[in-house]
């Protein structure tokens, strides 16, 4: 059992401030710490825009999760859930568009079903935890309130955090260090439906790995941060599960991260995974010549530890929700999708693990 205490729980409601926040200007952050009021970059080098590299030190309070998303209505955005600030929406260089504030309440973990235009956050008040549907084409309308499941008993403190499936499906973890669970949300029932229940394990974080299109299939992706463990989950059409790996394992991470945080697959198939205990940011390469490689992602100015959480890609970044430090963090990663020796002059390899051909794969006549 991990020794690192778990993230900070859910435990205010209180929030003051306007529902509307589109007339705020954030304060970018760039690579050498100077900041231009009411602008995404400066124009330094020869007249050349630098990069942001940090948003939010003047808006967000307490950052938990941040998601890169793409919609019909909403392309290239970002949705940062900011405990009792509600959530915001921004571009990808932290420039607010919107801003989704919900009374009395906690958010945490935020989720987008890109296909259809809606977006889940998880929500804790008083009364206790659900999950709150919004309308992204219409201007974030409130459209229901999804109670979430009291079987089995998991600390209302913890959160729940989401994700959605690549045909819509939402799907939920969390965990307590007694308990944790999987479950999934059944709409034609509007029920809950509990897929895994596990003993002395803390589920954490909760995202897609692959979509099996041609089984009707998904693999989520999820830490046991009690453990020190990335579990891979396997779910069938029937919404079912049906298969379970151990990533820490097959490519023996344990070795160099010791309390994952929040665990991603971008869309090139490489896995980003955050380190809790030290703030290092880790990515397992998708391979080359069968072979992936573990190295670390460095920022300018390093993150320390238990002061991050949530992270997301987009295009060659990656974006990281900093609690501690009231801001949300940007590094590029990659180079035209691709882990250069420009990205890796600033990153050391860890390890060398044999690349499996795919993520695992359920057998076709278990679907």
């Not at 397992?284 to 002061?307: M, N, T, W, Y």
């Not at 990153?347 to 044999?354: E, G, L």
């Amino acid at each position: 059992m991990s020794s690192i205490p778990a993230y900070p729980c859910d435990q205010s409601f209180g929030s003051a401030g306007s529902s509307t926040s589109q007339a705020v200007t954030p304060t970018p952050f760039t690579v050498n710490g100077s900041a231009t009021e009411g602008s995404s970059s400066t124009e330094q080098n020869n007249g050349k825009p630098e990069r942001v590299r940090a948003f939010g030190k003047n808006f967000l309070t307490r950052p938990i999760c941040v998601q890169a998303f793409s919609t019909k209505t909403l392309q290239n955005h970002l949705a940062v859930s900011d405990s009792c600030g509600g959530v915001y929406i921004t571009d990808v260089e932290g420039n607010i568009k919107e801003h989704v504030l919900v009374k009395n309440s906690s958010a945490s973990s935020v989720a987008v079903d890109e296909k259809n235009d809606v977006m889940y956050v998880s929500i804790m008040q008083s009364k206790g935890r659900s999950v709150h549907v919004f309308d992204i084409a219409n201007g974030f309308k409130k459209l229901d309130i999804i109670v979430c499941p009291k079987d089995p008993k998991i600390e209302m403190s913890r959160t729940r955090w989401l994700t959605v499936g690549p045909r819509g499906q939402l799907f939920m973890v969390s965990g307590d260090n007694m308990k944790s669970a999987l479950w999934c949300y059944v709409r034609a029932r509007k029920a809950w439906k509990t897929l895994k229940e596990s003993r002395k394990t803390r589920y954490q974080y909760l995202s897609v790995a692959e979509d099996q299109a041609e089984y009707k299939a998904v693999v989520l992706l999820t830490c046991d941060a009690a453990n020190n463990r990335l579990l891979l989950f396997v779910i069938d059409h029937t919404i079912s599960l049906i298969n379970e790996y151990d990533l820490s394992k097959t490519y023996r991470l344990a070795e160099h991260i010791t309390s994952p945080a929040s665990a991603i697959v971008d869309g090139h198939g490489n896995l980003l995974v955050l380190d809790y205990a030290n703030g290092k940011l880790w990515i397992l390469l998708s391979g080359v010549k069968g072979v992936r490689r573990l190295k670390e992602i460095h920022f300018d100015d390093p993150l320390r530890a238990q002061e991050a959480l949530g992270i997301s890609a987009s295009g060659d970044d990656v974006y990281v929700a900093c609690f501690n430090r009231c801001e949300v963090r940007i590094a590029p990663y990659l180079e035209g999708g691709v882990f250069t020796a420009l990205n890796s002059s600033a990153a050391r390899s860890a390890s060398h693990a044999p690349r499996s051909a795919s993520l695992p794969r359920p057998p076709e006549s278990q679907v």
